[in-house]
């Protein structure tokens, strides 16, 4: 199944402590179980999922999950944080907007069976908050793994 990508199933599952629908997503030797947060919808990518808003908004924002192999270096990912037991290393970026705000990109990985996934959320918001990057931690650390 080298380098196939097929998007499984969609079924309800708790995920992270909270009751989120989850989308099964194959890519090469692993199905990826992922939480879908409230008003998202996902699309397949390669190595991964794309998940964005089903409603237009008025700030843009999309979230990519890939899996990538753990050769792969980290992508200068200087923050840490461990929640539920799982490590992720981070960086939050923070620049110039426009009329739609900030630009704010979060790039995370934590490691996932023999491989590392991969978030990265790209946004606008008028008033940056932590509030804006729920949905995508909730996406990373309630991803499962398995071959």
């Known amino acids: ?12 599952a708790w995920a992270t402590g909270h009751d989120l629908p989850r989308t099964q997503v194959a890519v090469e030797d692993r199905i990826l179980s992922v939480p879908v947060p409230e008003g998202f919808g996902t699309g397949p990518i390669r190595r991964g999922l794309l998940l964005r808003p089903l409603v237009a908004q008025r700030a843009a924002y ?11 270096p980290a992508a200068g ?36 069976d023999a ?25 990373l650390l309630g991803t499962d793994c398995r071959r």
């Open 115 to 139: 491989a590392v996934l991969r978030l990265v959320l790209r946004t606008r918001a008028e008033a940056p908050s932590d509030a804006i990057l729920e949905p995508a931690w909730a996406v």
């Open 62 to 72: 999309d979230m990519t999950l890939t899996i990538q192999p753990i050769a792969t």
């Open 1 to 12: 199944m080298a380098g196939a990508l097929a998007i499984i199933a969609f079924m309800p």
């Open 77 to 112: 990912l200087p923050q840490v944080r461990r929640a539920d037991g799982i490590v992720s290393r981070y960086r939050l970026d923070r620049g110039d907007g426009g009329s739609g705000g900030e630009e704010v990109t979060l790039t995370a990985e934590r490691p996932c």
